[in-house]
């Protein structure tokens, strides 16, 4: 089949896909088909002529239709962290069909991630991690398509992935940290990513002050998100939990429960009040160009010393008992920042930020809202509309209230911003909507990633699913619409129109992995794309070189000693889409992916004298289970 016939069919709907690209070319009636597409809305709904109001025409008739029929495509992709299985997963909004996981700082049997050669050498030898907070680059406030940043919790760690062909290409180690947990992005453009440390050390960590908790730091660190190198470090005394950026690269934010200092559960509780930090980005890069930094440990990253008291590069407004997440709304004026064990919402004005950077107001008088969302708020969404939507953990609703409101009933009792508490099933954890991290919120689609799942799945044994659920949030009141089981544990997700990505369906053979593998070729004398060789390298080591056209691997029998390091050395020249080869070695623990046009390679040690056979793992072709080699062990 043809790339455009394939264009065609996989559309499912190549006359609205036209029409869309049609009607993007035209004026004002091109906006509103646009819209509508982008909606998923089939019948009536915002494509209904005779709709005056589309939202109110859409609630009216039940909302948006979740249902994606078969041959049909979702409107959304969905990017999913998924904890600590230390992967991604890609799903389709509205149908919240996994579609794809991409292999991050685990160890994954399919792909062969961690185990071959290239993610090896980028995860560094370890191949378990925690994945939280999965966070797309940005170009003037909205996504740009390039690149997906995750964190890694357990080993402090930021990883990126190319959207193009949706793989890992770098992983960065942040120094002086523990505990990587909140991650974002500047929304400017792709520039920086700042990473917050959860987990306060002494700094340096190298056996000083272990008993003196006083002492111990947490790092804010940025780090490019073009080069992935770690720029700057600012050193602060309390914990940073979850992050945000503002949308002009001015500053970034970091909610602190722990302004206590303290290292057991009651102290870390004591203090009525903790702090969102706000750092102030240009300040920041002035004193690390004036070289007014410090270095900590081993690590050459300069490093600004905040600790203490407030001044140019920090200010902390004060908020009320143990806040979680910070999240700013789509236009930009406010940080909302969740109160965990307060039952609030503290609504920061971003605009006031320079008066208190300046030192002509306190802190605390940046502070315009703080409305009672109910018991153990963590993450708030945005529609686009004016409101936002809290997640709420002891209560196990979703709280959606009005930003306007909110601020109005700040100075008026008399004003109540609650709009609508809705269940969830249960103990929700964040939440997140379509396009809602971004300038284009659309108020669509809101995903309620819950915790607990309890009755609401066919039992599986003492491990429960998570329950991500789906809610219609485009009318006046949201409404539950989905229940997706969810292997553990997602934490976070972010959701945008499908247009806004563009994967290749061939590898481009760029980037890290082919410097990587041409490197190696180039010191063989090899064409990586042409034929097969095999390689003595020195005493006991062996590199093999193999192409792969389906179904037959361009070599089918190599030759080694018992005991010698193999590196099999893979390029599968099948530039057709969806023609994936593999390689597998019969009882050596090895399997790899080799994607259409990609190269990969995988090393172990030769076993016993004896035949192995190797084979394409993937089903390639009606001759797949005939796609096989010997590989002769000699003693
Ligand atoms: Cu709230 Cu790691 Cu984003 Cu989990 S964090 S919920
Ligand atoms: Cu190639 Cu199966």
Redesign the pocket.
């Known amino acids: 089949m043809s790339d455009q016939d394939h264009e065609e069919r996989q559309d499912g709907e190549a006359t609205s896909q036209g029409r869309r690209n049609f009607m993007k070319g035209t004026v004002a009636v091109g906006a509103g088909v646009v819209a509508a597409g982008a909606l998923g809305v089939r019948e009536g709904g915002f494509g209904n002529p005779f709709a005056a109001s589309a939202a109110h025409a859409a609630s009216k008739q039940g909302g948006l239709d979740p249902h994606v029929p078969p041959g049909k495509l979702d409107p959304y992709y969905g990017f999913w962290s998924g904890g600590q299985s230390g992967e991604i997963r890609i799903l389709g909004v509205p149908s919240m069909r996994e579609l794809m996981r991409i292999p991050v700082v685990n160890r994954d049997s399919a792909t062969g991630w961690g185990r071959d050669d290239w993610s090896k050498q980028l995860l560094g030898g370890r191949d378990s991690g925690d994945t939280?907070?999965v966070h797309l680059s940005y170009t003037d406030g909205t996504y740009d398509g390039r690149y997906v940043y995750v964190n890694d919790?357990s080993n402090a760690r930021l990883a990126r992935v190319r959207c193009d062909i949706m793989e890992v290409d770098a992983i960065t180690d942040i120094p002086n940290s523990q505990g990587t947990?909140?991650i974002f992005p500047q929304r400017h453009k792709t520039g920086l990513v700042l990473c917050n440390a959860e987990f306060r050390t002494p700094l340096p960590n190298d056996g000083r002050d272990l008993d003196d908790p006083k002492k111990y730091g947490a790092m804010h660190t940025a780090i490019d998100g073009e080069t992935m190198e770690v720029k700057w470090q600012v050193l602060i005394e309390g914990n940073l939990d979850?992050c945000a950026t503002d949308y002009e690269g001015k500053y970034s934010f970091a909610c602190c429960y722990n302004s206590e200092e303290a290292v057991t559960l009651e102290g870390m509780m004591a203090a009525d009040r903790d702090w969102l930090y706000v750092f102030n980005i240009p300040a920041i890069e002035k004193a690390v160009k004036a070289g007014k930094t410090i270095k900590v440990g081993k690590s050459d990253v300069p490093v600004v010393d905040a600790r203490g008291a407030n001044g140019p590069y920090v200010q902390r407004v004060p908020v009320p008992k143990s806040p979680?997440?910070v999240n700013i709304d789509p236009t930009g004026k406010y940080a909302v920042c969740s109160g965990k064990l307060s039952p609030t919402v503290t609504v920061v004005d971003i605009g006031k930020l320079a008066d208190v950077f300046a030192g002509k107001i306190k802190p605390r008088d940046a502070v315009v809202a703080e409305p009672e969302v109910g018991l153990g708020p963590?993450?708030t969404a945005f529609d686009g509309r004016g409101n936002a939507y809290t997640s709420i953990f002891i209560d196990s609703v979703v709280t959606k209230w009005n930003i306007a409101k909110a601020i109005e009933a700040f100075n008026d009792e008399s004003v109540d911003p609650i709009l609508q508490k809705l269940d969830v099933n249960y103990q929700i954890?964040?939440i997140n909507g379509s396009m809602s991290e971004t300038k284009d919120a659309d108020g669509n689609w809101l995903i309620a990633?819950c915790?607990f799942s309890k009755d609401r799945f066919l039992p599986v044994g003492p491990l429960h699913p998570e329950n991500d659920q789906l809610i219609d949030m485009s009318g006046d009141k949201m409404k539950l619409v989905h229940d997706g089981p969810a292997y553990p544990e997602p934490?976070?997700c972010v959701v945008l129109n499908r247009d806004l990505l563009h994967p290749s369906k061939v590898n481009p053979r760029t980037g890290s992995r082919y410097e990587y593998y041409e490197k190696l070729a180039k010191e063989d004398g090899i064409n990586l794309m042409a034929g097969s060789q095999v390689i003595q390298k020195g005493k006991g080591k062996v590199r093999v070189y193999m192409v792969s056209v389906a179904p037959a691997y361009s070599l089918t029998e190599f030759r080694v000693k018992s005991g010698d390091e193999v590196q099999v050395i893979q390029t599968n020249l099948d530039g057709v889409e969806d023609l994936s080869h593999g390689f597998c070695m019969s009882n050596h623990d090895v399997n790899m992916v080799v994607n259409p046009r990609a190269t990969n390679s995988v090393t172990f040690t030769a076993g016993d004298p004896g035949v192995y056979w190797y084979y394409c793992p993937w089903f390639c072709h009606a001759l797949h289970l005939e796609m096989r080699g010997r590989m002769i062990v000699e003693a």
């Open positions: 939280h907070h919790k947990h909140g979850l979680h997440g963590l993450h954890g964040h990633l915790k934490h976070d």
